[in-house]
Nanobody, 124 residues
Framework: EVQLVESGGGLVQAGGSLRLSCAAS????????IGWFRQAPGKEREGVSFISAFDGSTYYADSVKGRFTMSSDNAKNAVYLQMNSVKPEDTAVYYC???WGGGGQFEGRLYDYWGQGTQVTVSS
């Protein structure tokens, strides 16, 4: 059974930091691009970051570039999202997702598997 399980969300003050984790199981982790997406109430889902299975390169949305860092640990089948200098507009449910073969980039509809999400709330 394919599973993606996010953790690490919570309440944080603006300017603070939070580290999200995504544990994957049930599929060959190294064959998939892994992405982080978020969705705030009343807003469309937004791609935040993804890591390429091809070469491990990471990519970021302009809204988080320089503040968020995505990393992976293939030995643990896990990815992480280090969120620094958070802002109230980062408040959202954060999801990790897996894209077999890559190419999905920030297009969530092209991803194959999704986690259940973890809530991040940034207070001003």
């Amino acid at each position: 059974e394919v599973q993606l399980v996010e953790s690490g969300g919570g309440l944080v003050q603006a300017g603070g930091s939070l580290r999200l984790s995504c544990a994957a199981s049930g599929f060959t982790f190294a064959d998939y691009d892994i992405g982080w997406f978020r969705q705030a109430p009343g807003k469309e889902r937004e791609g935040v970051s993804f890591i390429s299975a091809f070469d491990g390169s990471t990519y970021y949305a302009d809204s988080v570039k320089g503040r968020f860092t995505m990393s992976s640990d293939n030995a643990k089948n896990a990815v992480y999202l280090q969120m620094n200098s958070v802002k109230p507009e980062d408040t959202a449910v954060y999801y990790c997702a897996a894209d077999w073969g890559g190419g999905g980039q920030f297009e969530g509809r092209l991803y194959d598997y999704w986690g259940q999400g973890t809530q991040v709330t940034v207070s001003s």
